[in-house]
């Protein structure tokens, strides 16, 4: 939230100088709330548990949320019970006429396949589309943020000679205050888990994008368009303390040529409890998105998108 202050208080300039979000009384005054609207396209084949790990996260604030879930009419999950999405669920047909202040796209296992081969892609595309004009702030996840970068710009993503799978450390790479990362520590850890990666020489030709955030060993972390609308994340801040493990064991179990996840066991011991060391830039990461890139900037009559 911003700091709402007198007008010409002289905490203004410095805390504007480093770019900490300042609302003049006017301003504040002037300023309408409401409930934001948020549409959650879950991809995962683990639907619930993405949900519960994302409305943590999204709960971690003093909005009210409002959340919308929807799957994919064009593929029909296998592993998600039908009496779940029949509950909780709608397709893009039910929700396209409405307008949104954010979206979120989660990660999919179906980053090895071409984006064409993926039974839902047309549909996706179509969904994408939709959210230039019906969107406020769109946040990709994963191969949510490879389907997006690769549909809306072109950008291609490349097979990895192994799993990027483990705990990495990361830092911003734009010189000023980036209020995605406001509150982040200098190195900030985040999960990875894909067998691809988008290189930075093939987002540097892009000029309607911009890396933000970039790790030495697990590659770029997070690419956005020059005004937030479409935020592009790599990782998986949302993951649980255990996520990783179930599936580190899961390949184990199948015989899968899998390391230990990086940096996750103490000592890489999988006999031993992960430690967690990326909650907090979770926390702050979704509630720097909803306050700075949905809240402070989405109209407050959605119909005027
Ligand atoms: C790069 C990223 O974004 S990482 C995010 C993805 N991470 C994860 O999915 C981690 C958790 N997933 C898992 O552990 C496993 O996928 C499991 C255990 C849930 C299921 O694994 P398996 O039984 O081996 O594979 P299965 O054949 O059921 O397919 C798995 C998923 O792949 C996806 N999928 C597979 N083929 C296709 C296809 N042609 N088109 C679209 N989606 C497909 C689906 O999401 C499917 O699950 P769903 O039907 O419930 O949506
Ligand atoms: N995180 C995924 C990678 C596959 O896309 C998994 O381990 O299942």
């Known amino acids: 939230m911003p ?28 300023q309408d709330i409401r409930p934001l609207k948020i549409l959650l396209l879950n991809l995962m084949p683990t639907k619930i548990t993405t949900e519960t790990q994302l409305l943590r996260l999204l709960g971690n604030s003093p909005l009210q949320v409002d959340v919308d879930f929807i799957y994919t009419a064009t593929y029909s999950p296998t592993n998600t019970p039908q009496e779940h999405l029949i509950k909780f669920y709608e397709t893009f047909d039910a929700v396209k006429s409405k307008k949104y202040d954010g979206m979120i796209i989660t990660g999919a296992p179906v ?19 939709w959210s230039k004009t019906h969107v406020y702030s769109t946040f990709h996840i994963c191969w949510g943020a490879q389907a997006g970068l690769y549909y809306h710009y072109g950008i291609p993503k490349h097979d990895l000679p192994q799993k990027m799978f483990g705990i990495f450390p990361h830092q911003k790479c734009v010189i ?24 930075r020489e093939d987002i540097e030709k892009v000029p309607a994008v911009r890396i933000l955030a970039q790790s030495a060993m697990a590659g770029v972390y997070a690419v956005a368009d020059r005004k937030g609308r479409q935020i592009f994340i790599t ?15 899961r390949d184990v179990a199948q015989g899968l040529p899998i ?14 409890t992960p430690v967690v060391i990326w909650r907090s830039t979770a926390n702050l990461l979704f509630s720097n998105w909803l306050n700075y890139y949905v809240y402070q900037e989405t109209p407050f009559d ?3 998108l």
Not at 189 to 197: A, G, I, L
């Open 111 to 129: 980053e090895q396949m071409p984006f064409e081969k993926v039974a839902y892609w047309d549909e996706l595309c179509k969904i994408m589309e």
């Open 176 to 199: 000023e205050e980036e209020k995605l990362f406001r509150g982040l520590d200098d190195i900030f850890y985040v999960p990875h888990s894909r067998h691809t990666e988008i290189r």
């Open 259 to 272: 390391h230990v996840p990086c940096n996750y066991y103490p000592n890489d011991d999988p006999a031993q």
């Open 3 to 30: 700091i709402k202050i007198p007008n010409n208080l002289p905490a203004t300039n410095i805390l504007e100088g480093e770019n900490i979000f300042v609302m003049y009384e006017n301003r504040a005054y002037s």
């Open 235 to 249: 990782g998986h801040s949302e993951y649980d303390p255990l996520t990783l493990k179930a599936e580190y064991d």
């Open 302 to 304: 959605l119909s005027r």
